[in-house]
């Protein structure tokens, strides 16, 4: 049962340009979380996703910032107009259920911004 | 709100001495609890998670954790670590925030584990 899935590991974008993250989680797994972790920090939620519903977005940035989980295909964390402070590692967890169940981290996509 | 504290930035021990990482907490209700480890460019591994029953949880990887509701504390220990032991740890503290809301976890800044030979 493969883990959950993050790419592109590294991505490099000039100041102004968009990020896209992508997460496909474990097998069977319907719920996303993404974190963000700056240089030097713990990690820090943004948002939980269910299949086609944003649950709670209560860590995101309230501009530039989009996430979205679709029927088909991987979650996407979509960051538009990169500033330099938006260079971090980014994080994707599943779980199967929502509540106590355990969290699955991928291995991250690490954004640097130029 | 919740919170979790990690008092040691950095920990240096010896390989085969014992360890012990500290973690408190804040939470309003009855936490759930977590230690992961991150090697270097690496994601999250979990090793142990408390949410009820025994307050001494077992882990991977010879770890222990013990939750002390009294102190607001959740240390993770090993007795005897090894050079493979060195990462950075992070200890988390979530529960679902209304019905249907997830588990959102919170994250202490880490401890980062240096191990001598």
């Known amino acids: 049962n493969a883990g959950v899935m993050q790419n592109p590991r590294h991505l490099v974008r000039r100041r102004g340009q968009e990020a896209r993250l992508r997460c496909s989680p474990m097998?069977?797994?319907?719920?996303v979380y993404w974190y963000r972790q700056l240089p030097e920090e713990g990690l820090k939620f943004m948002v939980y996703?269910?299949?086609?519903?944003?649950?709670?977005e209560s860590g995101m940035p309230k501009e530039r910032f989009s996430a979205e989980f679709p029927k088909e295909g991987p979650s996407i964390l979509r960051i538009q107009q990169v500033v330099r402070g938006d260079s971090a590692a980014y994080f994707c967890?599943?779980?199967?259920?929502?509540?106590?169940?355990?969290?699955?981290f991928g291995p991250g996509t690490r954004l640097t911004v130029l | 709100a919740q919170s979790v504290t990690q008092p040691d930035i950095h920990i240096t021990v010896s390989e085969g001495a014992s360890l012990e990482l500290r973690c408190n907490y804040s939470y309003g209700a009855t936490p759930y609890l977590f230690w992961y480890v991150q090697s270097p460019g690496q994601g999250l591994q979990l090793l142990l998670k408390y949410f009820s029953g025994d307050t001494l949880v077992q882990g991977i990887k010879g770890f222990e954790a013990e939750f002390k509701r009294s102190q607001s504390s959740f240390n993770l220990r090993k007795p005897s670590v090894h050079w493979s032991d060195a990462a950075e740890y992070f200890c988390?503290?979530?529960?679902?925030?209304?019905?249907?809301?997830?588990?959102?976890?919170?994250f202490g800044t880490g401890t980062q584990l240096k191990v001598e030979l």
């Open positions: 097998k069977g797994h319907s719920h």
């Open positions: 988390a503290v979530g529960g679902p925030l209304i019905t249907g809301g997830g588990n959102k976890l919170t």
């Open positions: 996703l269910q299949k086609e519903n944003i649950i709670d």
């Open positions: 967890a599943s779980s199967q259920r929502e509540g106590t169940d355990t969290q699955y």
